[in-house]
Every structure is written in structure tokens, then in C-alpha cells.
């Protein structure tokens, strides 16, 4: 089935900096989705996205389907922003039912 | 309703116990999955219906996992002579259809004694 990498694994930052997400996935898809999963668990969408870029306040994203690759852009970080972020697929072959998740990015946002 | 929603929010079960978990999509979906993730790691996919009819079932860990979903909406998984290792947050998400947004519900928080 379709593989999805992320990177880096855990990243802490300085309340105000930037950053960026990277997600690699192995295969075409036709969906890549962006997920938010708070301290309490729950998942928030953060961009549909399997091309094209999209800006949400201080989130953007862009999803470069031909290099098989997308990048979440974090910019002026709050402690809110703290959590894990995940890059979810859907491939168009071979185990294309299925939301295939990668191991997400840890997010410590500090003061 | 405005969301997927999940019940119950909590469960404890002795070990040996069956428990139900309920999924109430977004209406109108007509794709919905079950997930689990256990303590600190990812998410781990169980199965997807479309409509009511199961046409990826390959992460269910055992025979002693089932899921149903009737008149297209509502879905239940069932976990059998539960076991420690269920311990878990079981997550449903639905989406208009395959391919399209899926959005998660609250999960419900298995804890197996």
C-alpha cells in the first residue's frame, strides 16, 4: 500500500517563529489531507489539499501531487499550535480505501 | 447533526467483557472508517463502509472485531472477550465519499481492566 513519510518527527519553537511540514507519500493520490490532533486528542482539519496551495490566517499549505510531497507552513507559532500534525492519504491504487496516516510531527510551541 | 459524533466518550470494561462503540456520521456521508490509536502513537486503520457494506475490512485485528453500519448511517463496532491490548482511542470519521474530506468524531476511550 501507499507509504507516507513526515518530517521532521518532533520540532520545538520559540513562540513568533515559523516553521515547515513536510509530508512525502509513495504513490498518487486523491486525497491529502492536513489534521491538527490537540492535547485532548481530537483531530482538526486543517486543509484538504491533494493539489494546489491554500492559505487559512496563519497556515498555508501546498501539495506538489507530480513530486508526491506537501508542506504545512506554520508562521508567527502560538502555544496553541502546540499538538501533533499529521499528512493523511488516500492513493488512487492499491489500498485506495483507506485514510493512510503518517506518524505526524510533534509541535512544542513555548514561550 | 453538525459533526460526527461518538458514544460513549468513555468506556471501562473488565477483560473478558463485549462492548459496542457507536458512530453517528455527518448526514449525507455516505463513507465512514474506523481508526484506533493507542497511547502516544499513530493512527491504525480498522475498516471503511460505503453505504452499509464493508469493501476494506483488512485492519481488523482479529476475529473478535465487527463493525455493521445500517441505513447508511449510523455504525457499530463490536469488540469481543476484550482483551488489555484493545486499550485504545477508537476514531470515526466520515466523508461525503470515498476521496472527499473526511472529518473525525471525539473518539471513544477504551480502557480494558
Known amino acids: 500500500g501507499i507509504q507516507v513519510e513526515q518530517s521532521p518527527p518532533d520540532l520545538i519553537l520559540q513562540e513568533g517563529a515559523n516553521s515547515t511540514l513536510r509530508c512525502n507519500f509513495s504513490d498518487s493520490v486523491n486525497n491529502l489531507q492536513w489534521f491538527h490532533q490537540n492535547p485532548w486528542g481530537q483531530l482538526i482539519n486543517l486543509f484538504y489539499i491533494p493539489s494546489g496551495t491554500k492559505q487559512n490566517g496563519r497556515l498555508s499549505a501546498t501539495t506538489v501531487a507530480t513530486e508526491r510531497y506537501s508542506l504545512l507552513y506554520i508562521s508567527s507559532s502560538q502555544t496553541t499550535d502546540s499538538g501533533v500534525y499529521f499528512c493523511?492519504?488516500?492513493?488512487?491504487?492499491?489500498?485506495?480505501?483507506?485514510?493512510?496516516f503518517g506518524t505526524g510531527t510533534q509541535l512544542k510551541v513555548e514561550l | 447533526g453538525a459533526g460526527v459524533s461518538q458514544s460513549p466518550s468513555n468506556k471501562v470494561t473488565e477483560k473478558g467483557k463485549d462492548v459496542e462503540l457507536r458512530c453517528d456520521p455527518i448526514s449525507g456521508h455516505t463513507a465512514l472508517y474506523w481508526y484506533r490509536q493507542s497511547l502516544g502513537q499513530g493512527l491504525e486503520f480498522l475498516i471503511y463502509?460505503?453505504?452499509?457494506?464493508?469493501?476494506?475490512k483488512s485492519g481488523l485485528p482479529s476475529d473478535r472485531f465487527s463493525a455493521e453500519r445500517t441505513g447508511g448511517s449510523v455504525s457499530t463496532l463490536t469488540i469481543q472477550r476484550t482483551q488489555q491490548e484493545d486499550s485504545a482511542v477508537y476514531l470515526c470519521?466520515?466523508?461525503?465519499?470515498?476521496?472527499?474530506?473526511?472529518?473525525f468524531g471525539q473518539g471513544t476511550r477504551l480502557t480494558v481492566v
Open positions: 463502509f460505503q453505504g452499509n457494506s464493508a469493501p476494506d
Open positions: 470519521a466520515s466523508s461525503l465519499d470515498r476521496g472527499s474530506e473526511a472529518f
Open positions: 493523511a492519504v488516500i492513493g488512487l491504487t492499491g489500498g485506495g480505501n483507506k485514510l493512510t
